[in-house]
């Protein structure tokens, strides 16, 4: 009888072991640098103006959270949730004096990776995914006064490539470089009338992640 207890024992400890270290889940937080090209838009009566606008974009943050689980030993799928803003000039037609604010983004992403085999602690991998935009904005400035422009519902894809360093089963870090994109959004006024169309929304992100597996 206590031998038969003793081996139920050890099959138990053993298959908790493996239960414990097979950290099926992650979690991974993230912040990067925002790149985004400069922008030519068609206003549509945006302060009494209507025709093409331009919009200078400077470099940005960006801020994310991603939940996901290992389905394989290579293979990988996550959701993730991200805020990013960029300080933004725009120059609507027949005004000269431009607007400062920023284009401003909640968006929601349903990715999957591929991770590759290597022999050190050191692992790249290849991305991509789709992305839904809770919310995209612009927000124009003048003389302490803010009117926003926005969007939501728009989809878009992303892709992305990046090095995994494994420090041990739990934790890792992450560098990424990641390509997004969302075309042809229309931005409207939030109090009143006036809209900004043919809106691409092409980001480029230099980010790190720190993951904890469980």
């Known amino acids: 009888m206590n ?8 099959c138990c400890l053993t298959l908790s072991h493996v239960c414990v270290a097979k950290h099926d889940w992650f979690v991974r937080p993230y912040v990067g640098l925002s790149q985004m090209s400069d922008m ?8 009494s103006q209507t025709g093409n606008s331009d919009i200078q974009l400077d470099a940005g943050l960006v801020s994310g ?13 996550e959701l993730a949730w991200e805020y990013r803003s960029n300080e933004s000039t725009t120059t609507l037609p027949s005004i000269n004096s431009p607007y400062e604010g920023n284009i401003a983004s909640n968006l929601f992403f349903l990715n999957a990776y591929y991770v590759f085999n ?4 050191w692992q790249p991998y290849l991305g991509a995914g789709v992305s839904w935009a809770q919310e995209v904005d612009i927000d124009l400035e003048e003389q302490g006064a803010e009117r926003s422009y ?15 360093f494994k420090m041990n089963d739990t934790w890792s870090w992450q560098g990424e470089v990641r390509y997004g994109q969302m075309k042809d959004i229309t931005l409207n006024a939030e109090k009143g009338a006036g809209e900004f169309n043919n809106l691409d929304y092409d980001t480029l992100t230099l980010q790190l992640s720190a993951v904890y597996h469980f």
């Open 150 to 164: 926005s969007s939501d519902g728009d989809a878009g894809y992303q892709m992305f490539a990046g090095m995994l």
């Open 3 to 10: 031998i038969k207890l003793l081996s139920f024992g050890c």
């Open 40 to 47: 030519t838009l068609v206003a549509q009566n945006v302060e």
């Open 118 to 121: 290597t022999h050190s602690s």
């Open 65 to 77: 959270l991603g939940v996901g689980y290992v389905i394989h030993n290579n293979v990988a799928i």
